[in-house]
C-alpha cells in the first residue's frame, strides 16, 4: 500500500444531534471556523438536526448537512420535529443520511459531539464503518455533564464507557480540568484518561463577516445583556429581570433581552407586552450575531449553559447567572464553580423570584471583578488546541497505509 502526503484539503466532519437549542451547533460552529482559519487546507462539513442552521452564517470552507429535526418530550421521549414519521423511522433516516455523507465525504477525522452514539444510537453504524478505514475517531465533551448520580446510570444505559474504551481514539474536553471535570464522581477507566485531553474552553470573537450589526436601541449608553440561549426554558429568568425592572425603574443599565428562537410564542407575547411599558427595556426573539451583542455589552444575566459560559470569559464580562436545576444540574455545577473563582455571580430561581432580590444583585453588578481579574489560569486556550490536535491526528493519518475508498454500492 502506499503511503501518500496528506490530502488536500484534508476533510473534518462534524456530527451535532441537535434537538431543541443552540449549544451543540455553536460549539460546532466555533470548532469548525477555527479549524479552517488556522489551516487553509482543511474543509469542515457539519451535521445538524437543528432547525436553524441555516441562520448562521458560515465561513469559506465550512458547510453543514442538515439532518431530519427531531425534539425531546417533558417526559423524556423525543419525536419527529416537522415530518409525519414516529421516532424510529427518523432516527432510521437520519442515521441514513449520517451514513451516507460520511461515505462519500470521506473524512480525515470525525468529530461527535457530546453523544458517544448520536441520538438513540444513529450514528453506531457509522462509526464502525469509518473505524474499518482507519479513520480517527474523536468525542468532544462539555466541561460538566451532569451530577454523578444521575450521570453514571445514563452512561451505562447508554453503554457510553464501552464506546470510549474501545471506539474513540481520543476524547477532548473544552475546558480545564481545575475549573470543571466532566468524568468527576464517575469511574473512568485508566485506558479512557490516557485518552482524553482537556482543550480549554472555546474562546468565541464577534463575528467578521461583512453583515449589518445588529440594532442597539440605547445608542453609545452602556447596557445589560439578558439571554437565555435557544431560549426554551429561558421564560424565568426574563420574568425575573423584568420583575426587578418593574419594580425599580432606576437600575444601572438599560437592558437588552434576548428571547431565544425556541421560546413558546405566548411566553415570547407576554414578555413583549410587559417590556413595552418600561422606558428602558428592549426586547427581541433572535439575532445569530449574538457575540456582536455580547462584546458591546456592559454586562450580562445569562442562565449559564457552555456557550454563554465562553462568550463570558472571551468578551470578559461581568455576570450573573441564573442556571437552569432541572432535568439536569450541568448549568448550576458550572455556575457555582465559577462563582468560587470569583468569575461570575450566582442566583438560583426558587419560584418566588423575588424582583427586590434581582434589583440588588443587578445593582451590585457594576462593581464586581472582570473574569480576567479573578484568575491567573490560562481558561481560552481551547480553539488553538483543538485546531493543533486535528492536524496532528490529519497528519498521523496520511502516514500510514491508507483503506482504499470504495465507492457505495
Known sequence: MSHPKRRTPARVL????????????????????????ADPEISVLILSGSPIIGSFDFRTRVDFVRIPGVIK???????????????????????????????????????????????????????????????????????????????????????????????????????????CDPF??????????????????????????????????????????????????????MDWVLRAYEEDSQLPYPVLMVLGPFMPHEQQNELMERAERLDRVHVITFDSRIEALMSRCAAIV?????????????????????????????QYIRAKRAEELGLLSV???????????????LRRLPAQKLPSEATGLPLLDGLDRVAQLVDRWVTARAARPVVPFRQPA
Not at 485508566?190 to 463577516?209: C, D, F, N
Not at 445569562?302 to 450541568?330: H, Q, W
Open 302 to 330: 445569562a442562565m449559564g449553559g457552555y456557550n454563554t459560559f465562553c462568550e463570558i470569559l472571551s468578551f470578559d464580562k461581568r455576570a450573573i447567572i441564573v442556571p437552569r436545576t432541572e432535568p439536569r444540574l450541568e
Open 73 to 179: 418530550l417533558r417526559n423524556g421521549d423525543y419525536t419527529s420535529l416537522s415530518l409525519h414519521m414516529d421516532i424510529e423511522e427518523t432516527v432510521q433516516l437520519r442515521a441514513a443520511i449520517i451514513k451516507h455523507t460520511a461515505e462519500y465525504f470521506d473524512p480525515d477525522v470525525f468529530i461527535v459531539d457530546k453523544e458517544p452514539w448520536g441520538l438513540r444510537g444513529e450514528v453506531k453504524d457509522t462509526l464502525e464503518m469509518l473505524k474499518a478505514r482507519g479513520t480517527p475517531l474523536v468525542l468532544g465533551l462539555r466541561d460538566v455533564m451532569d451530577e454523578p448520580e444521575l450521570l453514571v446510570p445514563e452512561w451505562e444505559r447508554k453503554k457510553v464507557l464501552p464506546a470510549l474504551q474501545d471506539l474513540y481514539d481520543e476524547i477532548w474536553v473544552y475546558g480545564v480540568k481545575e475549573v
Open 184 to 237: 468527576d464522581g464517575v469511574d473512568i477507566p485508566a485506558s479512557v484518561r490516557l485518552k482524553t485531553r482537556y482543550t480549554g474552553y472555546l474562546r468565541r470573537h464577534a463575528s467578521k463577516v461583512a453583515t449589518p450589526a445588529p440594532a442597539i436601541p440605547f445608542g453609545d449608553e452602556p447596557y445589560l445583556l439578558v439571554t437565555a440561549g435557544g431560549g426554551g426554558d429561558g421564560e424565568p429568568m
Open 14 to 37: 462534524m456530527y451535532s444531534h441537535d434537538t431543541l437549542g443552540l449549544g451543540h451547533l455553536r460549539r460546532c460552529r466555533a470548532i469548525a471556523h477555527a479549524l479552517v482559519e
Open 347 to 361: 442566583m438560583v430561581e426558587d419560584g418566588d423570584r423575588d424582583p427586590k432580590a434581582m434589583a440588588e444583585a
